[in-house]
């Protein structure tokens, strides 16, 4: 279905609430702003909203850039943290955020978060290299699944999932059973996005 970025992951952040948030490809922090301005009444009393960011910034150069088919160009270093500081004071101790630079495949750890959003490079290697450093996760979201690579990568992951999971595609942002992993699928005009549902929220 076509749905704008906003409208698509309201329904997902405000049925799930987050609170250990993940973005591969920060660029200006655009999306960060509304992933968080989202949850941020969501977050409960004496708990805490924290986001990690990875981006290369201004690291990106002109081989890399087009290799990645990062159209966008390189982001900015300084108004992601811009706009993630402002953040911190509107919020206070109700936000707090991580914000790193560099190639993921130097930089991006193992680690388990309750929302991903993998929008970095586009490459099938790298699609699948940053997926497997979070794939633990609870809810992951791939965006610019119209690019070929990008594509590639995603259903040779949802395939791999086949295996061990029932694939339930819907809609709107189920709650699956330990056994399933829901599949939303969302385009705009310029995007579209895989979201894989893969926590036990029962």
Avoid at 172 to 196: F, M, S, Y
Wanted: include cysteine; proline fraction near 4%; glycine fraction near 6%.
């Amino acid at each position: 279905m076509k749905i704008e970025l906003l409208d698509c992951f309201k329904p997902v952040l405000e049925k799930f609430k987050p609170l250990n948030i993940c973005e591969i490809g920060t660029h200006h922090g655009n999306s960060a702003i509304q992933f968080i301005d989202i949850l941020m009444p969501f977050v409960p009393a004496k708990h805490k909203l924290n986001y990690t960011g990875y981006d290369l910034f201004e690291d990106a150069d002109e081989a890399l850039t087009k290799y990645e088919i990062n159209g966008k160009g390189p982001g900015s270093y300084k108004r992601a943290k811009g706009n993630l500081e402002h953040r911190v004071t509107k919020y206070k101790k109700k936000f707090s955020y991580n914000l790193i630079r560099g190639n993921t495949f130097d930089t991006l750890k193992d680690g388990v978060y309750d929302f991903v959003y993998i929008d970095g490079g586009h490459s099938y290697n790298t699609v699948k290299h940053d997926y497997e450093k979070v794939k633990d996760s609870k809810i992951i979201v791939f965006d610019d699944c119209q690019l070929p690579e990008v594509r590639s990568a995603v259903d040779e992951i949802i395939a791999d999932l086949q295996r061990d999971y029932e694939i339930v595609k819907s809609d709107t942002p189920d709650i699956p059973n330990p056994k399933q992993i829901i599949v939303n699928e969302w385009e705009g005009a310029r995007h579209k996005q895989v979201c894989l549902i893969k926590g036990n929220y029962s």
